[in-house]
């Protein structure tokens, strides 16, 4: 019971990062412009 909530807040985490991914649609981004991307937001 007790590692419920660090799966949800993981769960939660990744979520944002795959929404944060998907709003940003650039076919021309690389894997280095991704990095940038997401350390920066």
């Known amino acids: 019971m007790l590692a419920l909530p660090?799966?949800?807040?993981?769960?939660?985490?990744?979520?944002?990062?795959?929404?944060?991914?998907?709003?940003f649609d650039d076919p021309r981004m690389d894997t280095q412009d991704l990095a940038f991307y997401l350390a920066t937001h």
């Open 6 to 23: 660090t799966v949800n807040a993981s769960l939660d985490v990744l979520l944002d990062l795959k929404a944060s991914i998907s709003a």
